[in-house]
Each structure stands twice: as C-alpha cells, then as structure tokens.
C-alpha cells in the first residue's frame, strides 16, 4: 500500500471511530480525517444538553483532545470541506484548492439539515440546533429572549424546549404530526414525554403547520399557524428533521437511496470506498429491509466495522442498535428497531417515573423503549443480541426476570 | 489538574492529568485510554464505562444512586466491590494518584 493510506471524510463521530480503530488495530499506513469545521472534533448530543444549559464548556465537548492525534498519528484537516472526489485517480479536492491522494476513502459526511421554507424563514432570531456554532447562537439568543417557540416534535426539539423551559422561558411546541416522537417512539412514550414537558409549563400545538414567521426590523415577533393562530415570540429554534448528507457520494456515481447504500461491510458501490454512520443506508440482520440509524451507537460501531473491514478481518455489522435522549432528569433509552412492529406490551407503569415498552414483530421482539428503566434496557440489548424474545405475558409480569430468557 | 492512572486491558498504565469537575469516564475517553468505550457519553444510560477502582479510594468517593447500582448488574464484566461507572465520579483534587482498573470488556 502507499503512503496515501486511509482518508477519512467527515470528522464526526463514525469518522473519529474510524480513525481510532484503526490506530488501535496497528494499521501501518497514513490516516487522514477531514472536517468542514473548525477546531478538533467534538461530541453532539451534549448540544442539545450540557452545553445548552451552561453546564459544559468547549473543552469538555471534544471526543479527543489534540494530544490524542498527535500520539495516534492521525493527521486532521479542519474547516476545509472536501468539494470533489476523483474515484478512478484515488483523489479528492479540498476547497483550499489542495488536493489528495487516498487508497481507501472513507464517507462519514452525517446528515444535513432540514431548513425551515416558509415566509420569514431566514429572519434573525430563527435558529438550528446540528453543530457547535448553532448551538453557541441559540445560547446567546435565550439569554435576552422571553420566549420560545419550538418547531418539530422530534428528540432536537423536546430536548431544546426542555432546555429553553428550563432556563425560564415561555415555550410553545408546534408539530406537525399529531404526536411527539412520530417517526421514533410508541405512543405510550410520546405520552409520557409529552406530560413530562407539560410539567414543565411547556405548551404543545399538535397536528398543525407553520405557515409564517413574523418580523420586525428582518427579527422574529411571531409565528402564525396555517389554521391562523399566531404564537409571539423572540426566539425560534427549529427542528424539522435531517437527511442523510449523499451530495458527495451521488455526484460520483455510488448507489445512494435516502443514504450512501453500503453492504454489511460498509463497503459502497465503488470497492475501495466505504461509508460509515448518518450518511448511510443498509440492511441489518435485525430488520427486513434496509435501515438508516441516526445515532451515536451507529456512528461509532458502523465506524469500527469499517475500520475491521480495511484491516481485512471478516464479520458483519450486527451491533443491536440503541439510543438515548435525555427529557430533563428522565431517561429515553431505545434498544433495537421498533421499524414495523404489530404488538406492543408495558412492562411497569405507563403513568408512573418508570416503565418499558416491549415490541414485536410476529411474536419476536424488536425494541424495547424504557424510561428511567435502566436494568430493562440493558437487558432488552442483550435479548435481542441473542435473538431470544420473552413471551409478551412474561415481559409484563413484575415477578418475571427478563434475564431468565437469555439463553444459557 | 489531577493526575490518574488509568490500567488498560493489556496491562499498559496510562497516566492522565484532567481537570477537576469532569468525570473520570470523560478523563480516560478525551486521552482514549483503551477499555473504557462510554457510548452514551456520560449520561449514566450504557455501563460502557466500568471499571473498578483503587481500594485506598473507594470510600472517598460518593456513594452510588440507583441508575448506577442498577447499570453495573448489567455491566458486561464481572461486577466486584469496587466497580463504578466511571461516568459517574467527579474528580475531586484528593483523587491525584489514584489508579483506575479498565474491565476486560465492555459490551
Ligand atoms: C443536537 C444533537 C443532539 C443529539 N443527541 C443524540 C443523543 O442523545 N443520542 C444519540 O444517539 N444521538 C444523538 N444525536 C445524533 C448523533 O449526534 C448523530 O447520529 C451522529 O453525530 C452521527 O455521526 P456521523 O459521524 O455520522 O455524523 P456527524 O457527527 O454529523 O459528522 C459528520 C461530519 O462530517 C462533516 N462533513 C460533511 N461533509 C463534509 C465535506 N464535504 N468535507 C468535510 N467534512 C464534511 C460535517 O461537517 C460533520 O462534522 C444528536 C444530534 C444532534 C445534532
């Protein structure tokens, strides 16, 4: 192999995986990751937490610190985004104008952003909530604003409004779907997660559409509904939802469907290009057809597959997918992919601090989604590693220890 | 800044130096000590954080809630007296030389 080595597009967290794998692996050549942002790679989902809330600083944002690349030999290049791929040449162009040599690629491009495209959309004082620099100027917005409306019912979104109501501001919730969490939870967690915020004096419009943001002097004053209401307000956050980022890879051809299509390899269309986390699309022994994770767990477990793929070891990406929010004090915890699922059972509560929803597929289980259940996560993961599914009735009995269905 | 001995699976000492206030789980993932993986990044929800720590210091440290004693019987590795979530532990200033044991596995 030459010394062009691995290039790692996208400095997030499959692209840190990658990297560090393959350090940890004794890969002998060069490894290069390359960030459109500046400064060292730094953790998400605290954006949405810690570091909203002032708990955290920059520092302690960061996946590694700079001694960490330097000691690892991993050559970063930042805030200079890749612009073009030659595939047949092995070459890629930085915006700089620099260009690079690669033996094997690596596309850890994450998602893009959903923008708002209503009138008003691009006022002062609408804001986003996917990298660093956004959630530094939502920061500073609440801190003069009264209040807050938040567009989108999805995890960004509730995890900003408890954020924003927690920092005292007046916060109305639109979303578009009827309930929270539509794409991602059951109902009896979108329920709870929804009273959860009503606690906090978070108020919801569920099952409408924005039609408008006010201004005044090119700031947000309002939002005004399609059924005609208008909400006041100073600040609104938006969270509408991401794509998976496939520019790159579709304008060199690779076979991309609402992701960089990869094998359970994570290998693309193109053999000595292969892809890892938000980006991607493929199928997973769990599901039936083809998935699309966003998720740290993907992100850095697709990562280190990618990384066992380039040193030549065999296997499949198999990791039981899972995921986490944080609702105030409350913990989601998702594990497996409740993608089609025909029976749901409670084990716990649903009224209650705690409880677990249990969910099958003809009759195997699928996902378990836990709030404030730790031990019940923790265990749904390693049923469903062992594709073992307690009977619905024993999920729900109290007297029942899931552990008893593991097998042997 | 305080200094901490991290052990790796292998055997191989890692001595990091962090910041007071940050978890020891957040000490050992910046520095990428080997064996100590943290998926969820601190949030107490993964117990891809175990490790066991030094005798001399188990009692300084504050005492474990429920979402931790409940996490760490899920803890791939054997749970022993002296298990923590490293997620979970402050560092405090009387911490300096303390060595901190990564289990052999964390999923
Ligand atoms: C606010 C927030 C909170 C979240 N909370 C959670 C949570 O609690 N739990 C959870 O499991 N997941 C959470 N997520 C999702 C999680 O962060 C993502 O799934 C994860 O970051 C995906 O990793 P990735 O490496 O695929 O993409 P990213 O981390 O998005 O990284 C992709 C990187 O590639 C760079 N890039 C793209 N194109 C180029 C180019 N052409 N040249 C150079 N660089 C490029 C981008 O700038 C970006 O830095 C959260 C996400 C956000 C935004």
Known sequence: MSEAGVVILGN?????????????????????????EAGLPYQRPPLSKQYLKGEWDEARLLQRNAEFYRNNDIRLI???????????????????????????????????????????????????????????????????ARRAVVIGGGYIGLEG???????????????????????????????????RHENQGVAFRLGEQVAEIRTADNRVSGVRLAN??????????????????????????????????????????????????????????LCGEAIHLESIQNAVEQGKRVAATLMGEEGIYDAVPWFWSDQYEAKLQIAGIAQGH??????????????SVFCYAQRRLVAVES?????????????????????????TNPEFNLRSALPS | MVNLIFVEPSGAEREVAAPEGWSLMEAAFQNGVDGIEAECGGSCTCATCHVYIDEKFIDRLEPMGSNEDEMLDCAAAERRDNSRLSCQIEIKAEFEGMVIQTPDTQI
């Not at chain 1, 692209?15 to 459109?36: C, D, F, H, N, P």
């Not at chain 1, 919730?173 to 997660?193: F, G, I, K, Q």
């Not at chain 1, 051809?253 to 000595?272: K, M, N, Y």
């Not at chain 1, 025909?342 to 409880?355: K, M, S, T, Y």
């Open chain 1, 12 to 36: 997030g967290h499959a692209g840190v995986s990658v990297a560090e794998q393959l350090r940890r692996k004794k890969y002998q050549s060069a490894v290069t990751l390359i960030g459109a």
């Open chain 1, 78 to 144: 930042a805030a200079d985004p890749v612009i073009s791929i030659d595939p047949s040449a092995h070459r890629l162009e930085l915006k700089s104008g620099a260009t690079l040599p690669w033996d094997k690629l690596v596309l850890a491009t994450g998602s893009r952003l959903q923008k708002l495209e209503i009138p008003g959309a691009d006022a002062e004082g609408v804001v986003y909530l996917q990298n660093r620099e956004q959630a530094e100027a939502l920061k500073s917005a609440m801190r003069s």
């Open chain 1, 161 to 195: 409004a408890a954020a924003l109501a927690l920092a005292g501001l007046d916060v109305t919730l639109v979303n578009r779907s009827s309930e929270l969490l539509a794409r991602s939870a059951s109902l009896p967690v979108a329920h709870w997660t929804q009273r």
């Open chain 1, 228 to 285: 005609g209401e208008v909400l006041e307000t100073d600040l609104v956050l938006v969270g509408i939802g991401v794509k998976p980022d496939t520019d790159l890879a579709e304008s060199i051809g690779l076979a991309c469907a609402d992701g960089v299509l990869v094998d359970q390899q994570g290998v693309t269309s193109h053999p000595d290009i292969l892809a890892a986390g938000d980006c991607t699309r493929f199928n997973h022994p």
């Open chain 1, 342 to 355: 025909d029976l749901e059972v409670i084990r716990g509560d649903e009224h209650a601090e705690r409880f």
């Open chain 1, 371 to 395: 709030i404030n259940a730790p031990a019940d996560h923790m265990l749904a993961r390693q049923l469903l590693k062992a594709g073992a599914s307690p009977l619905p009735d024993d999920a």
